[in-house]
């Protein structure tokens, strides 16, 4: 199997999915701001990006190619240029500034374990940094190919390890290589009658490997669970050892080391294999769409889903100024907007929290947890926008991350950050943060993606005009003050982003200095000279 | 609140509650040994078993008492006695044998977390070993006083910390002292309109503490959860540090450490907090017995239940041996047995496998989900045995303990070990497990007892007459064999007994060597003097 690189550097997904960016959009932004958009400023061509010069010395090239074959070290300018930066905000700003880009000093492509096993025996020899690389859609600047201590770094690409390594049917386990990517590990699945029921909005680019090492949750997670719910056994080869756990349903054999592989973010070693829990693929799938009165009032409706089994597997709540840019970005304002608010009005529901709930699944048993969860929305005020609403949110459930190249190409800042908290606490974590960016960007929306029993998820969108002189600088600003209100307010610095470079000066507080240090020992335990991706999560 | 040392220290629970052996049983167990059970040996006095000395030097005394007051330093003979040992059959014959039982030097309660720091603090000064001491309920040596390369060794008994600290009804969390029983934490949680729903056979017995430390899993967690899933956050108290970790309901900042703190055994720190998930105190609970045609029929039937979303909160599976056990236990065998055996036997689940489901919640949906589960298991070839064998099963559920000690008494070893695996691996490990059982006891039972979407626990019983002269060498014997049976058939050493000293040789099949190694790497980091629970889990 080939590597694939498909994804454009400058941005996300492809050139061929990027689409356009709206005019009504851009009027949108622009009544808001009260000023006109900056005129478009593509991003740069390949071949106008200066990289810092490749380091790797001929010694160890010549190592890595022996053990893996020289085409698959890789030291071109398109290759190193693609491994460069995950897709965050400073990622994309870097990238932009197309001068001294931070390179992976070569692109190494394992094909097997034995490869990854060989190739961090030579690094630690040869005193090589390496940052393991899946999709590259890290947006905490989990693959950004720091150096560390040491005089090298290669980025460790995963691509060529895409294996379906088996499907026990009967106790319902896939096992995956680390490079499985989402569209072809469903297919592989499906085939077999399975779904893994993974869909971060990653989907189509990001690996197992990158959802297992970030904690990944995907947006029918309600239902399906969190990756690392469903994770049962996994390997990680590290340059010190290998933690080789076996699939298993449950143990009280000491603490379990899968978490210890789920949110190791490719400090600890190389994820190579996961074994993950699989459910039978749905016959049916159903969205719709609803407005409740309040975003409040969607939160405590949510909570009663949830309480109560009914919670559908996809569920989310907007609160009213991320209902309104929705609204706005999909083109219903203007005329057809006041028609909408009109109806929504005689309804109780104007100016309120959109609300996008699907159901996977055999097609009797979808149709009454439906029945129940409408029911009891109904009873909190929810007013139907009919199913059409739903399945153009679930056309467009991947395609939301190519709006903010578009935007970035018009100076606009756009930025999202998310946590989670307890259902007691959720409002007061939501004005904190919803306070904190409001200082730094005239748009702050918010929605509710992913419930638990004993809490959910706040998921934040920031859109400002771009501060031009220094972009970087105005986006930490907002994004620290976000992430201390975030402490401040009793959140988790992250519910599925991961640590990366963004959040590392938050995890103490978020583990105290005993967890850090425990975590610290960890790694010097499976990776003692610190080769593996430094500078990311501890 | 004065601190709990009610557990009698020559076997299980109270003399009050011990009930007598019954002529059935001795009759049954001497038909199939062959042979009459040894005459009653009862356990000795309190007084006549001589512990050994006390090492506690007078310094470390004052420093302790100094702290939490003299009443809470305890040196007297039978609070030591009491916290010489677990439940574990080892332990049994330790004090049974009366002479030089390993004791601790002292016995310490500490009121609060302050406490429990300068206690450890003037540990690590006086070089002290401590053993944290829940229920005393541990069947894998998880309390006994090693010294480890200590001079001394204290029992560190959390009685004294057991309130519900809060409960947040809206996160449906609740936060406990570790030193918190079952009993009392349900009181205190149904009087508030919720329950824990953690019924382990212990339960009348153990701690907050001790069910964290140990992953429990209570004999209703296929409804309500394991311990391990249900633990949102938790205070550890080391002696190098602390773990707080903030009750979320999910994250994704790097490695979660709740599963530190669960399964770290005392070995860690010492657990003085958690918050867990908790439920509406159910208004209904429904108890039913069926008979299948086989265990792996029962087996299959189970996978279907779980798979389907039917699964009761208890659901158990005794294979043919233990149904065999059961009845005879329960005085159904002569000629009530044989009026059972015919009606069974007329509907095809004669010599068959015994089910017992109980279902806990609202009437509405307890009606709704037995008929599914009833009707899906009547495919199964199910029969029926009523309400009033359901409701036998649970009024005697935590009540199996002291049988062992009635039989002890008559000279028969019996024991109790449990694994899980995957579906598709189950029966291998059933047959290998019972295999390697079967060379050293003549009757070995077992039965299914959790459920997971990928695959179930198993807990076996095996009996024999004791070897008198060397019992411990006995029991060795057959607890060695069937570890290593386990591991060669793929399962966990242990589902939900915990590692303790007894799994301790196998915890690197369990973890591999890197995972051993990064535990330890753990602990002393926590623990960097190795005070903490010597001997136990690494």
């Known amino acids: 199997m080939e590597p694939s690189t498909e994804m454009r550097f400058s941005g996300w ?10 005019d009504h959009v851009i ?30 010395s001929t010694r160890a090239a010549e190592k890595l190619s022996s053990r893996v074959g020289a085409a698959n070290v ?4 398109l290759t190193r240029l693609t491994h460069c930066a995950g897709k965050g905000y400073p990622d994309l700003l870097a990238v932009r500034a197309a001068d001294k880009l931070l390179a992976p000093d070569a692109v190494v492509f394992p094909g097997d374990e034995s490869d990854v096993r ?23 600047g ?17 691509g060529r390890m895409r294996q379906l390594i088996s499907v026990d049917t009967k106790s319902q386990i896939g096992t995956f290589a680390a490079g499985l990517r989402g569209p072809e590990l469903e297919h592989l699945l499906r085939a077999r009658g399975f779904t893994l029921g993974h ?108 309480l109560q089994g009914e919670a559908p597997d996809i569920t989310r709540a907007s609160d009213e100024n991320e209902t309104q840019m929705g609204l706005a970005f999909a083109g219903i304002d203007g005329a057809k907007g006041k028609l909408l608010e009109g109806y929504l009005r005689r309804r109780g529901a104007a100016a309120g929290a959109l609300v996008i709930l699907g159901w996977e699944g055999a097609s009797g048993s979808i149709d009454s947890r439906r029945r129940a969860a409408l029911s009891l929305l109904k009873q909190h005020g929810a007013v ?56 730094h960007a005239p748009i702050v929306g918010c929605h509710i993606s992913h419930l638990y029993p004993s809490g959910a998820s706040l998921y934040f969108t920031f859109v400002a005009p771009q501060d031009q002189r220094d972009p970087l600088a105005q986006w930490a600003a907002a994004k620290h003050e976000a992430c201390d209100a975030i402490v401040a307010n009793g959140g988790t610095i992250t519910h599925h982003h991961a640590i ?9 507080a978020e583990d105290g200095a005993a967890g850090v240090a425990a975590l610290r020992a960890v790694k010097s335990s499976l990776d003692p000279s610190g080769l593996m991706n430094p500078g990311k999560l501890l």
């Open 13 to 22: 997904g492809t050139d061929a999915d990027a689409g356009e960016l709206s």
């Open 27 to 56: 009027e949108w932004l622009e009544q808001r701001f009260g000023a006109a958009l900056g005129s478009r400023v593509p991003p740069p061509q390949a071949a106008d990006v200066r990289l810092t010069k490749s380091r790797l």
């Open 74 to 77: 890789r030291t071109d300018h």
């Open 118 to 140: 060989a190739i961090l025996k030579t690094c630690a020899k040869q005193g090589i940094a390496v940052v393991p690389f899946g999709g590259g859609t890290s947006v905490v």
């Open 142 to 158: 989990g693959v950004t190919p720091l150096r560390g201590a040491f005089n090298s770094v290669i980025s460790l690409d995963l």
């Open 199 to 306: 869909f971060p909005q990653s989907f189509e680019h990001s690996t197992v490997g990158g959802w297992v090492a970030t904690r990944s949750a995907g947006q029918a997670s309600s239902g399906y669970g969190r990756i690392d719910e469903k994770l049962l056994g996994a390997k990680l080869i590290a340059p010190a050892g290998e933690l080789e756990l076996a699939a298993r349903p449950a143990s009280a054999a000491g603490p379990d080391l899968r978490a210890l592989v789920a949110g190791s973010e490719g400090a600890l070693g190389v994820i190579t294999e996961a074994s993950l829990e699989i459910s039978p693929a749905p016959e049916v799938t159903r969205y719709e769409a609803l407005m409740l009165p309040s975003f409040a009032g969607a939160a405590e409706a949510l909570r009663s889903l949830e």
């Open 384 to 439: 139907g926008l009919g199913a059409g609403a739903g399945r153009t949110w679930a056309k467009n459930r991947f395609s939301t991350p190519y709006l903010r190249d578009h935007l970035l190409e018009r100076a606009v800042m756009v930025e999202t950050l998310e946590t989670a908290t307890t259902w007691s606490n959720l409002m007061r974590l939501y004005r904190g943060v919803g306070e904190a960016l409001s200082a």
């Open 500 to 508: 990366g470079i963004d959040h590392r000066r938050y995890l103490k």
